[in-house]
């Protein structure tokens, strides 16, 4: 063979390798014949190569002052990572050791788009189930690949669910002042905004702060010099008051909720929710505690007020009898705590056959992920009731960009692949946790109030 030929013959074997090779790395994982076969399908029958995980981590930061905790899933595909918020604000750096020494070590080399299977393993992997500690993480791990997904598929997460049933979120804000009067003062101020849901509390929860009289425990020096002081009577009294003023001066067509937060006895509680019936609540939220959840079927058996229940729930299970009874009409899940939007999504279809609707819990100790993973499930259950507003500082969008938005009482999302929310973490760690949280409050003899 004369040297010319040879050269030919060497030019063709490395074009074929090099074409090989080609179709090897845009379908990483596949044979050569695997690889041709796809390159000649057309773009949407063409498979996504396999991802696997390769680190999981959590991502600390308190821009608003509350502490917030993401999940970091990043792949083996160069670029490509997940986010997901496992806030649980007053424990955070327990839930930052569970991501980073628990869940990166069971998550590594798994495939990104089995977020069922690894939901399940990572449920049962520390054998005892739920716990907040454990449920945040499992939360911000879910979301994380729920993320991933979305950003593979080239579409928001609320396709990957079903696609919109509802052009944006309907949300209720929340309005207060220490006495009626202010009360409806600030309900006219959101309804100028454009909210149709306004939630309205006089003080604090239970009222607290409405009074400046001092307990006698704090007299007596008992307790801590941070516990706040509940004057229970005080407060029965007030919300039905409140709720005459509220309507008397905004009209009957604002929608009106509020929050017993359980901090008053199961009978009391059942005894106002009768007094504000008249003003026809949109709902009365968590009137009972977990531990008093037999006293629903009393209450239903002496009042129409609509009742939203679950945002101290740790297991997804515990909504299963509720539901099926039809003890509350609201699913008041924190999305972050129950386990993620897998576990959401179940509920929230298991809400639709017994005519429940969802009303997340969106508090300011949740990360804007979070909101966004709210959001993303309110765009496509059919059987969505409300989702609590929320508002972004500076702070915050600097360090988290594509966040919720809000106008005239709706939310949001980000329309792009993914959750739609991502994290700056250098602006992220400007903002250190803190590990104190006050949520001590008392009667006036000392005694503990739940929760």
Same mark, same amino acid.
């Given at each position: 063979?004369?040297?010319?030929?040879?050269?030919?013959?060497?030019?063709?074997?490395?074009?074929?390798?090099? @074409? &090989?090779?080609?179709?090897?790395?845009?379908?990483?994982?596949?044979?050569?014949?695997? +690889?041709?076969?796809?390159?000649?399908?057309?773009?949407?029958?063409?498979?996504?190569?396999?991802?696997?995980?390769?680190?999981?981590?959590?991502?600390? $930061?308190?821009?608003?002052?509350?502490?917030?905790?993401?999940?970091?899933?990043? $792949?083996?595909?160069?670029?490509?990572?997940?986010?997901?918020?496992?806030?649980?604000?007053?424990?955070?750096?327990?839930?930052?050791?569970?991501?980073?020494?628990?869940?990166?070590?069971?998550?590594?080399?798994?495939?990104?788009?089995?977020?069922?299977?690894?939901?399940?393993?990572?449920?049962?992997? @520390?054998?005892?189930?739920?716990?907040?500690?454990?449920?945040?993480?499992?939360?911000?791990?879910?979301?994380?690949?729920?993320?991933?997904?979305?950003?593979?598929?080239?579409?928001?997460?609320?396709?990957?669910?079903?696609?919109?049933?509802?052009?944006?979120?309907?949300?209720?804000?929340?309005?207060?002042?220490?006495?009626?009067?202010? +009360?409806?003062?600030?309900?006219? !101020?959101?309804?100028?905004?454009?909210?149709?849901?306004?939630?309205?509390?006089?003080?604090?929860?239970?009222?607290?702060?409405?009074? @400046?009289? !001092?307990?006698?425990?704090?007299?007596?020096?008992?307790?801590?010099?941070?516990?706040?002081?509940?004057?229970?009577?005080?407060?029965?009294?007030?919300?039905?008051?409140?709720?005459?003023?509220?309507?008397?001066?905004?009209?009957?067509?604002?929608?009106?909720?509020?929050?017993?937060?359980?901090?008053?006895?199961?009978?009391?509680?059942?005894?106002?929710?009768?007094?504000?019936?008249?003003?026809? %609540?949109? =709902?009365?939220?968590?009137?009972?505690?977990?531990?008093?959840?037999?006293?629903?079927?009393?209450?239903?058996?002496?009042?129409?007020?609509?009742?939203?229940?679950?945002?101290?729930?740790?297991?997804?299970?515990? =909504?299963?009898?509720?539901?099926?009874?039809?003890?509350?009409?609201?699913?008041?899940?924190?999305? #972050?705590?129950?386990?993620?939007? $897998?576990?959401?999504?179940?509920?929230?279809?298991?809400?639709?056959? =017994?005519?429940?609707?969802?009303?997340?819990?969106?508090?300011?100790?949740?990360?804007?992920?979070?909101?966004?993973?709210?959001?993303?499930?309110?765009?496509?259950?059919?059987?969505?009731?409300?989702?609590?507003?929320? #508002? =972004? &500082?500076?702070?915050?969008?600097?360090?988290?960009?594509?966040?919720?938005?809000?106008? !005239?009482?709706?939310?949001?999302?980000?329309?792009? %692949?993914?959750?739609?929310?991502?994290?700056?973490? !250098?602006?992220?760690?400007?903002? %250190?946790? @803190?590990?104190? &949280?006050?949520?001590?409050?008392?009667?006036?003899?000392?005694?503990?109030?739940?929760?």
């Amino acid at each position: 063979m004369n040297k010319p030929d040879q050269n030919r013959r060497d030019t063709l074997k490395m074009l074929g390798f090099g @074409s &090989s090779a080609g179709l090897l790395g845009l379908f990483g994982g596949m044979s050569t014949a695997e +690889a041709r076969e796809q390159q000649g399908k057309p773009q949407y029958a063409v498979g996504a190569p396999p991802v696997k995980i390769k680190s999981v981590k959590a991502i600390a $930061t308190a821009p608003q002052g509350s502490n917030l905790i993401v999940v970091k899933v990043e $792949t083996t595909e160069p670029g490509l990572y997940g986010l997901g918020c496992a806030t649980f604000t007053q424990r955070a750096a327990v839930v930052v050791v569970a991501i980073n020494t628990y869940l990166n070590e069971f998550c590594v080399g798994k495939d990104v788009d089995n977020i069922e299977d690894i939901w399940q393993g990572a449920y049962v992997s @520390s054998y005892w189930r739920n716990g907040p500690v454990l449920n945040n993480a499992l939360s911000g791990l879910d979301q994380a690949l729920w993320d991933i997904k979305g950003k593979r598929a080239k579409m928001p997460v609320y396709q990957l669910l079903g696609g919109k049933v509802r052009f944006a979120i309907p949300c209720y804000t929340h309005a207060g002042g220490n006495t009626p009067e202010a +009360a409806a003062d600030s309900v006219k !101020k959101f309804m100028e905004q454009g909210f149709k849901h306004i939630r309205i509390q006089q003080g604090g929860y239970g009222a607290v702060g409405a009074t @400046s009289d !001092k307990p006698d425990f704090k007299v007596a020096g008992f307790g801590g010099e941070t516990d706040n002081y509940m004057n229970v009577q005080l407060y029965l009294k007030s919300v039905p008051k409140m709720f005459e003023v509220v309507r008397k001066q905004c009209g009957d067509e604002v929608e009106l909720l509020h929050d017993i937060h359980e901090r008053v006895q199961p009978i009391e509680a059942i005894n106002m929710i009768k007094k504000v019936e008249e003003y026809r %609540p949109f =709902f009365i939220e968590d009137p009972f505690s977990p531990e008093n959840m037999k006293w629903f079927a009393q209450l239903r058996q002496v009042t129409s007020v609509p009742i939203a229940m679950g945002e101290l729930f740790n297991n997804v299970n515990e =909504f299963k009898e509720p539901m099926v009874n039809q003890w509350f009409d609201f699913i008041r899940i924190h999305v #972050s705590q129950i386990g993620g939007i $897998t576990p959401a999504m179940k509920v929230a279809r298991l809400g639709e056959w =017994f005519n429940v609707r969802t009303a997340w819990h969106g508090p300011g100790d949740v990360s804007p992920v979070g909101h966004a993973a709210h959001a993303h499930i309110d765009l496509a259950v059919w059987n969505f009731g409300i989702q609590e507003a929320v #508002s =972004f &500082s500076d702070k915050m969008k600097e360090v988290f960009s594509g966040c919720p938005t809000m106008d !005239k009482g709706y939310m949001s999302v980000n329309e792009v %692949p993914g959750i739609g929310v991502d994290i700056n973490e !250098k602006e992220a760690a400007k903002y %250190p946790i @803190s590990t104190k &949280s006050n949520w001590q409050v008392r009667k006036m003899d000392g005694t503990l109030i739940r929760p």
